[in-house]
């Protein structure tokens, strides 16, 4: 079936260093997944912080970007320099263009970033 | 403004015992969802719901059923509660359309002693 991988289950960045979370996926259904980063700060739900539907195409929301690379299968997210307030945990999450319903998530990674 | 709330945020049960997680959603989606997330694992999916009156089985079922007696309501049910079922829960909703994504609750922190 489907799946998410995110092989490290925390990083500890220093605050205005570049980060860099890995993920990759594997698709079994027909065409190709949508892509999504979601973040959950201390004591609060997920939430979507960037998603990307074309593979080939990248996406940014507050100052992260992903990149959906089709043939590495990977889509992995990107900060040039993180603040502390981006201490959170970050789940990569794919939608499959087929039994469009279920979302899968990867184990999430939680950044820890240090002043 | 449209929201996913759960209740409650925290509860201690005992082994045997009835646990009913309550979620409640004002964004007027059709679909909704039961996750739970341990660590070392990402959210699996228990039950899910395409409108009032559906559930249906998601990938980790065994022990918990599901009710869904309204477009705004959707519960999780512990008939005999058991440590296994220690966890974080999460419910979201979303709406059917391919290209959409899940609105999420702030967790449920289950603890079976």
């Known amino acids: 079936g489907d799946s998410v991988t995110q092989t490290e289950g925390q990083v500890t960045v220093s605050e205005s260093k570049s980060l860099i979370i890995n993920c990759t996926y594997s698709?079994?259904?027909?065409?190709?997944?949508?892509l999504f980063w979601y973040v959950r700060y201390p004591g609060e739900g997920l939430q979507l912080l960037l998603k990307v539907i074309t593979a080939g195409q990248k996406g940014s929301s507050r100052g992260f970007e992903a990149t959906y690379n089709k043939e590495a299968t990977s889509f992995h997210l990107q900060k040039a320099s993180v603040q502390e307030s981006d201490s959170a945990v970050y789940y990569c999450?794919?939608?499959?263009?087929?039994?469009?319903?279920?979302?899968?998530f990867g184990s999430g990674t939680r950044l820890l970033v240090s002043p | 403004e449209a929201a996913v709330t759960q209740s409650p945020r925290n509860k201690v049960a005992v082994t045997g015992g009835k646990v009913t997680l309550s979620c409640n959603q004002t964004n007027n989606h059709n679909n909704m969802y039961w996750y739970r997330q341990d660590t070392g694992h990402g959210l699996r999916l228990i039950h899910y719901s395409y409108g009032a009156g559906s559930t249906e089985k998601g990938d980790i079922p065994d022990g918990y059923k599901a009710s869904r007696p309204s477009q705004e309501n959707f519960s999780l049910i512990l008939e005999l509660a058991t440590p296994s079922q220690t966890s974080v829960y999460f419910c979201?909703?979303?709406?059917?359309?391919?290209?959409?994504?899940?609105?999420f609750g702030s967790g449920t922190r289950l603890l079976v002693i």
């Open positions: 698709a079994t259904s027909i065409g190709y997944p949508n």
């Open positions: 979201a909703s979303g709406d059917s359309g391919q290209n959409s994504d899940y609105t």
């Open positions: 999450a794919l939608r499959p263009r087929t039994g469009g319903y279920k979302v899968v």
